[in-house]
């Protein structure tokens, strides 16, 4: 029995040395952008169909949100509300006009991952964008396109599979 305890406390610890070598505290990756890519959101559409049509029309594999701004008409974003992995998650949504102050995120492997800002004249609010924010003037987005060999499409999951 110890020796099987002793064997398995040996292997966890050469399995967590194995991991924390795979997977560094911070990794940088140099890179430069391909090319910009401008998109222009009509009153009315939904802000993540629009973003995830861009990525597809414009064969996007990986990229930065740079900037957004606009307005919308009604919103839908989700946020973290405890310390836990995985966090309990908040999905807070309503149907009134704000300005959209900020656009930001990333495209790993053509998935988008965008937050947003939103405010008007009393609050700001935001998070991780999910369907329902529409457009209310426009919105106009910025893409900063990486190039599709860069390795990124889990730099977005805590666990780093």
Known sequence: MKK?????FFLQGFLLASAQEKYPKVL??????KQTVLIRVQSGEDLLESLKFAVQEKSIKNGVILSGI?????????????K????????????????LTSVQGYILNQRVHAHITLSDENSVVGGHLEPGTKALTFII???GVLPDDLDIENFDNYKLL
């Open 28 to 33: 940088a990756i140099p890179t430069e952008f």
């Open 84 to 99: 836990n992995l995985p966090p309990a998650e908040e999905f807070p949504k309503a149907s009134v006009p704000m300005d």
């Open 4 to 8: 099987t305890v002793l064997l398995l």
């Open 141 to 143: 987005i910025t893409i």
């Open 70 to 82: 606009g307005s919308v008409s009604e919103y839908h974003y989700h946020v973290v509300s405890d």
